[in-house]
Nanobody, 121 residues
Framework: VQLQASGGGLVQAGGSLRLSCAVS????????MAWFRQPPGKEREFVAA????????YYGDSVKGRFTISRDNAANTVYLQMNSLKPEDTAVYYC???????????????WGQGTLVTVSS
């Protein structure tokens, strides 16, 4: 499974961006798609996850109410809509695929290359 993340860029605080993660082949229905991020000089952290089937989604505390994860099964693509962006959201954002839901990097087996999001104040 190969993942291609895109959509990062420079945005002012309060603005919005939508990240995309294209998956090379249709994930199995039991897979979980996730977004992580790594701020400059910090460790990678969980942002959001969604199951490839069903409607269950999960969010990190720092993005609840501002970010929305969704998927397009027909396009084998997962999205992260980011609204009300803050300077502290500045990070490299990674998409990942796992066989079950989890908050840690080790819960996910396949990773994309990352896309940089910079939020200016």
């Amino acid at each position: 499974v190969q993942l291609q993340a895109s959509g990062g860029g420079l945005v002012q605080a309060g603005g919005s961006l939508r990240l995309s993660c294209a998956v090379s082949r249709r994930p199995f229905s039991s897979y979980v798609m996730a977004w992580f991020r790594q701020p400059p000089g910090k460790e990678r952290e969980f942002v959001a996850a969604i199951r490839w089937s069903g409607s269950r989604s999960y969010y990190g505390d720092s993005v609840k109410g501002r970010f929305t994860i969704s998927r397009d099964n027909a396009a084998n693509t997962v999205y992260l809509q980011m609204n009300s962006l803050k300077p502290e959201d500045t990070a490299v954002y990674y998409c990942a695929v796992g066989f079950s839901y989890g908050l840690g990097e080790s819960d996910y087996s396949y990773w994309g290359q990352g896309t940089l999001v910079t939020v200016s104040s």
